[in-house]
């Protein structure tokens, strides 16, 4: 989850890698570090505990200048986070930077020692950097000598591999962990993700699994897996983004909260006309098979498992398909059955989640109809390596914890499940016509209740002194109620946990005490009147209930219980809409707490390692 920036120009490539680091910072945040060769050959590193921040004021302390140069902000795995941890580590006249888990790295840390290195960090990476200059010494050029070392290390890599001896080149190498080859005129780059790139180029080159690259600063090489030259397609990037522009807002969370209505609008906008789905990603072939199938397997991580929760629902009562889901680091790992003609469609944000990946590589061997992404970046990784893919619209999201990338998965997940009933006769036009309706007003009624949010800041104050939260929902409430919670722990440090709230007597009630606040979706449902059964459970022990309550619901305030009442809105869009208040109230609880909202403790955006 680390981020990794190079550059190799004729000009100085100090700005340019203070600047990718600082758009790579939602990946890592422990430390950052960079080292830059100058034109007499001179090797400058500097590292810093902490935010990027840190690294840059070290930096403009000092001269530091040179045309090539690599850069680093981690997110730690080996080593806790400390300078003499942080990236670039070195060997001799070897300088590298790392994304990923070299797994044996223990054994070859001890292969080394035995070889006369010492040892200064805790890093894996630093036996990489070790192992380089061994296998150099050993002859053969700075490729092949990556060649000789990637075939001895085992787990996954993103590497970029500097020669302070040689400044006319780079090495890039992949396995399991996104790098992207920027190409200027003149001068290329290289990082994790191009929105570190924005600033120089717009042209770039996806490097594939187990590809090695030499850059030079006119020509990219690439050879593949196979040891064969490739070349792989060049795309230009119309992405926009401003890394340092939260607007009026005090954080990025907050904007990208607000930015929903918007965010929903454009991902429908395409999807709909006429009341009619259509799915232009979709070409026919893909209408083919999506009429085959009997079953839906759903791949995904954390709040897209959560998304894909809510989708089974869907899938299940209005398209008549059965649905399972499962989260990809347990998929990765089982024995499982492939059911007879299964689509299966794995959802993340940025389209780089290893057990994700690794769960659609490892699916792809089995007997599966096609694979489906449902996924916020058009060029990731999960995108390029499945059939078909439809693309979330929610722009580029920079707070750790996510907000519009889950509601616009939500968003797009319905119109599939719509799409996909259609085509097997199950939804009726007047059924899709309603679900149109419904989804065409959900933002408006978004824009609603965040015109409330003093509510949720009041509100907010009730939490500020408690250590744990239990959230309550029934049928496709019960993942919002997941997703609500796992908000509340990413961002305010809370412990939150969610049950369905028909499972109360079978454990969870033995947590039931005034110290315990209880949080209930209530949205205005065919399971209403069992909730209000719950409710009174709860209420006959003394909790301190917050029922966030369809406004036609039938609550009114009462000891030991506040309704926080909201606009109907449409069943069907329900979960979509009744996340947003709790993303607020999350938010309005972090900020009396006083964390770090953007960028929480021990966290990654992106998370590419396993």
């Known amino acids: 989850m680390c981020g990794i920036i190079g550059a190799i120009a004729q000009r100085d490539v100090v700005e340019i890698l203070l600047e990718g680091l600082r758009r790579l910072e939602?990946?890592?945040?422990?430390?950052?570090?960079?080292?830059?060769?100058?034109?007499?050959?001179?090797?400058?590193?500097?590292?810093?505990?902490?935010?990027?921040?840190?690294?840059?004021?070290?930096?403009?302390?000092?001269?530091?200048?040179?045309s090539i140069g690599i850069a680093h902000t981690r997110w730690a795995t080996h080593g806790e986070p400390s300078e003499i941890n942080a990236h670039p580590q070195i060997s001799e006249n070897?300088?590298?930077?790392?994304?990923?888990?070299?797994?044996?790295?223990?054994?070859?840390?001890?292969?080394?020692?035995?070889?006369?290195?010492?040892?200064?960090?805790?890093?894996?990476?630093e036996v990489v950097a070790h192992l380089v200059h061994w296998e150099q010494m050993q002859g053969g050029t700075l490729c092949e000598?990556?060649?000789?070392?990637?075939?001895?290390?085992?787990?996954?890599?993103?590497?970029?591999?500097?020669?302070?001896?040689?400044?006319?080149?780079?090495i890039a190498a992949r396995s399991n962990s996104p790098l992207v080859i920027g190409c200027g005129v003149g001068e290329n780059f290289i990082a994790s993700d191009l929105l570190a790139l924005l600033p120089v180029t717009?042209?770039?080159?996806?490097?594939?699994?187990?590809?090695?690259?030499?850059?030079?600063?006119?020509?990219?090489?690439?050879?593949?897996?196979?040891?064969?030259?490739?070349?792989?397609?060049?795309?230009?990037?119309?992405?926009?983004?401003?890394?340092?522009?939260?607007?009026?807002?005090r954080h990025y969370i907050k904007k990208e909260i607000y930015e929903q209505p918007t965010a929903i609008r454009n991902t429908l906008t395409g999807c709909l006309k006429q009341g009619k789905i259509l799915l232009n990603?979709?070409?026919?072939?893909?209408?083919?098979?999506?009429?085959?199938?009997?079953?839906?397997?759903?791949?995904?991580?954390?709040?897209?498992?959560?998304?894909?929760?809510?989708?089974?629902?869907?899938?299940?009562?209005?398209?008549?398909?059965?649905?399972?889901?499962?989260?990809?680091?347990?998929?990765?790992?089982?024995?499982?059955?492939?059911?007879?003609?299964?689509?299966?469609?794995?959802?993340?944000?940025?389209?780089?989640?290893a057990d994700t990946l690794a769960s659609l590589r490892l699916a792809k061997k089995l007997n599966y109809l096609g694979y489906l992404s449902i996924c916020n970046v058009q060029a990731s990784s999960l995108v390029r390596e499945s059939d078909w893919s439809l693309i979330t619209k929610a722009g580029i999201e920079i707070g750790v914890a996510s907000t519009k990338a889950f509601t616009t998965q939500l968003t797009i997940l319905l119109i599939l499940v719509v799409k996909i009933g259609c085509l097997h006769n199950n939804i009726p036009m007047e059924i899709e016509f309603e679900i149109i309706r419904a989804l065409q007003s959900l933002p408006n009624s978004i824009e609603q209740i965040l015109k409330k949010d003093h509510i949720f800041k009041k509100l907010a104050e009730d939490f500020s002194n408690k250590n744990h939260v239990l959230f309550l929902g029934r049928g496709n409430q019960y993942p919002i109620a997941m997703e609500g919670a796992l908000k509340l722990?990413?961002?305010?440090?809370?412990?939150?946990?969610?049950?369905?709230?028909?499972?109360?007597?079978?454990?969870?009630?033995?947590?039931?005490?005034?110290?315990?606040?209880?949080?209930?979706?209530?949205?205005?449902?065919?399971?209403?009147?069992?909730?209000?059964?719950?409710?009174?459970?709860?209420?006959?022990?003394?909790?301190?209930?917050y029922v966030f309550a369809d406004q036609y619901a039938g609550f009114s305030n009462s000891d030991g219980m506040k309704i926080i009442s909201l606009p109907h809105v449409d069943e069907i869009t329900a979960p979509i809409f009744y996340t947003i208040p709790l993303q607020l109230l999350s938010y309005n609880v972090a900020l009396i707490k006083g964390t770090d909202v953007d960028q929480p403790r021990n966290l990654a955006k992106s998370v590419t390692v396993e």
């Not at 290390?153 to 993103?158: C, D």
């Open 145 to 170: 000598v990556v060649k000789r070392v990637i075939l001895q290390v085992q787990g996954s890599y993103s590497l970029v591999i500097m020669d302070k001896r040689d400044t006319s080149i780079l």
């Open 489 to 545: 722990k990413e961002i305010s440090y809370i412990h939150a946990e969610a049950y369905a709230a028909g499972e109360l007597k079978h454990g969870p009630l033995a947590l039931i005490d005034a110290d315990m606040p209880v949080i209930v979706i209530a949205p205005n449902n065919e399971l209403l009147e069992k909730l209000k059964s719950n409710i009174e459970e709860v209420r006959a022990r003394g909790a301190s209930l």
């Open 281 to 353: 990603e979709l070409n026919s072939h893909a209408e083919t098979i999506l009429k085959k199938i009997d079953h839906i397997q759903i791949i995904a991580c954390g709040t897209s498992y959560h998304a894909g929760m809510v989708s089974r629902y869907w899938f299940e009562s209005l398209a008549k398909i059965p649905c399972d889901i499962e989260i990809a680091s347990e998929f990765r790992y089982r024995k499982s059955i492939v059911r007879k003609n299964s689509l299966l469609i794995t959802l993340s944000q940025s389209g780089e989640t």
């Open 94 to 125: 070897i300088i590298v930077v790392h994304n990923g888990i070299i797994e044996n790295y223990k054994l070859l840390r001890k292969q080394l020692i035995n070889k006369g290195y010492d040892f200064f960090s805790e890093t894996d990476t």
């Open 202 to 249: 717009r042209r770039f080159i996806y490097l594939e699994e187990g590809d090695i690259a030499e850059v030079t600063r006119r020509d990219i090489i690439i050879i593949n897996q196979n040891g064969q030259l490739v070349k792989r397609t060049e795309i230009e990037s119309n992405v926009e983004y401003d890394a340092s522009n939260k607007g009026t807002y």
């Open 26 to 66: 939602y990946r890592g945040y422990d430390s950052a570090g960079l080292a830059v060769v100058d034109n007499q050959g001179h090797m400058i590193r500097l590292r810093r505990l902490g935010k990027v921040n840190k690294l840059i004021e070290a930096v403009n302390n000092q001269t530091l200048h040179g």
